[in-house]
């Protein structure tokens, strides 16, 4: 499909363990994002990638997030020693350019449980 | 820091009705402006944006929205809902040094048939 694609759609670990997130961004996409999205609440955003560089991991909630894209497409979201309040839904996003006003288009999203 | 604000987290609507939802933004410099929508099992997808120009926005399936830049708002309408419009209505905004979005909580819109 052309759309964003996010594996695996649901991932259940155990409080402590490391998860790997993916994200396949369009094809030809420059801006990649993660955000986060809590149970009844709106995305937050995470981080932000230009091609291969990441320009902007404000949003990372602490040291046990880290993100990667190392090639410039496919970009990995890894939450190191899982925790039950990272339990949400992991939004990858992609946008053609960067530039505030572009489209960015949502992945289906990644529900992550924490036991 | 923006901030986002929906005023109505649920909605309930009979179809033909007239909606409105209402979103209001904090930023005093140049904005970007969008509504996404989330159908049941489906993922985020843009309904229209704004960014310059004309403040009435069109958007598809019918909703448009107008921003007000002395009010910071930035209201969905549709002049008659459909059962089909059943969703997750999100607001958000960015900022023209910027390219991270930044959401309200969103407002679930459930039209009756």
């Known amino acids: 499909g052309a759309g964003v694609s996010q594996s695996p759609r649901y991932k259940v670990a155990k409080r402590g363990q490391d998860v790997a997130l993916r994200c396949d961004p369009i094809s030809g996409h420059v801006s990649l994002f993660w955000y986060q999205q809590a149970l009844g609440q709106g995305p937050e955003f995470l981080t932000y990638f230009q091609n291969e560089a990441q320009l902007d991991k404000s949003g990372l909630p602490s040291d046990r997030f880290f993100a990667e894209r190392p090639e410039g497409s496919v970009s990995t979201l890894k939450i190191q020693r899982t925790q039950q309040e990272d339990s949400a839904v992991y939004l990858c996003?992609?946008?053609?350019?960067?530039?505030?006003?572009?489209?960015?288009?949502f992945g289906p999203g990644t529900r992550l449980t924490v036991l | 820091a923006q901030s986002v604000s929906q005023h109505n987290h649920h909605v309930i609507l009979s179809e033909a009705a007239s909606l409105e939802l209402g979103c209001n933004y904090s930023?005093?410099?140049?904005?970007?402006l969008f509504w996404y929508v989330q159908y049941p099992g489906q993922h985020l997808q843009l309904l229209l944006k704004y960014f310059s120009g004309d403040p009435l926005v069109k958007g598809i399936k019918g909703f448009e929205a107008e921003f007000i830049k002395s009010k910071f708002s930035f209201n969905l309408r549709k002049p008659s809902v459909q059962w089909s419009d059943t969703a997750e209505y999100f607001c958000?905004?960015?900022?023209?040094?910027?390219?991270?979005?930044?959401f309200g909580a969103g407002t679930i819109l459930r039209v009756k048939s």
């Open positions: 958000a905004v960015n900022t023209e040094y910027g390219n991270k979005l930044v």
């Open positions: 930023y005093g410099g140049t904005v970007n």
């Open positions: 996003a992609s946008s053609v350019r960067t530039g505030g006003y572009n489209e960015q288009f």
